[in-house]
C-alpha cells in the first residue's frame, strides 16, 4: 500500500478462522503451521489485508499452501518446560530463535504435551515441539546434525527463549515419539475387533445348534427304544407283533 501514516498500515489475518493448521502474523503477513501433524497435501488460504485508515480498506488473495510428508527419521523433539498453551502463543518466536541458532530453515511440525495434557491445554509444565531442519539447498538436515547443533547452541538458545517467555527457560532434546494411531487404523481394528466378534458368535451358534440336534436325535431313539416296551390296549408286547410281523 504506497499509502502514508494509518493509511499505509496493513494488517493480515486469516479469512473464516483458518487456524486449526495455520495462523497468520497480523503485522508481516507472514504464515506459520499450528498442526499439520499426520496431514499433507494442499491447503487453500485466504488471506485479507485491510489498512488502518478512517475507511478501512481491504484487500484478498488465496494463498496455496502445499504440505510435503517428510522422513520421521528426520523429525527431532525440542522439549520446553513451559505450557503448551504459552508456547503454541509463541511459536513463530520460538521458530526465529531455533533458526537464528542452528543456521537453518526451521519448521515446527507440531506442539504438544501429553495425552492428558493435551486435552486440558495447562495442566503440563512440559512441552513438546517437534520440529525439521532443511539447509539452503531445500534438502533435509539429518537429525543427528540437528541434535548435535542443539547441544552446541543449547546455552544461547534457552537465553534467548528466556526473553520470549520472560522467565528460565530449559531446551532439552527428546526421543521422538510413536506416531499416535491413524483414525483410518483405528477404525480397521474396530471393525476386526466387530468381525472376530460376529464369527466367534456364529461358532459358538453352530456348536450349540449341533448339539441340540444331536441330543434331540438321541432323545428320539431313547423313545423309540422306550416304544419297543410299549403294551396295546390288551396288554400285549407291540415289539413282539411288530417283530412277528416283520418276520412273516
Known sequence: DPDSGDNGLLLYSLVNH??????????????????????AGT???????????????????????TVDSSSSNNIVVVALNQKINVVERNTVEV??????????????IDVYSNEFARKARSSSDETYVKIIAFDDANQEVPAEDVKRKLR???????????????????????????????????????LGVLLACTLVAFLV?????????????RAEIMEGIDNLYATDKNGSLKSLEKLEHTNN
Open 18 to 39: 483458518q487456524t486449526n493448521e495455520f495462523d497468520i502474523d497480523e503485522n508481516t503477513g507472514q504464515i506459520f503451521t499450528v498442526s499439520v501433524a499426520g496431514k
Open 43 to 65: 491447503f487453500y488460504l485466504e488471506v485479507e489485508a485491510a489498512d488502518q485508515g478512517t475507511r478501512r480498506l481491504t484487500a484478498q488473495a488465496t494463498v496455496n499452501v
Open 95 to 108: 521458530k526465529r530463535v531455533l533458526e537464528d541458532k542452528l543456521a537453518w530453515n526451521v519448521y515446527i
Open 152 to 190: 552446541e547452541q543449547k546455552s544461547n538458545i534457552e537465553i534467548e527463549l528466556e526473553k520470549i517467555f520472560s522467565t528460565s527457560v530449559t531446551a532439552a532434546i527428546e526421543e521422538a515419539p510413536a506416531d499416535s494411531a491413524t483414525p483410518e487404523l483405528v477404525a480397521t481394528i474396530v
Open 205 to 217: 451358534y453352530v456348536i450349540f445348534t449341533i448339539k441340540r440336534k444331536r441330543y434331540k436325535k
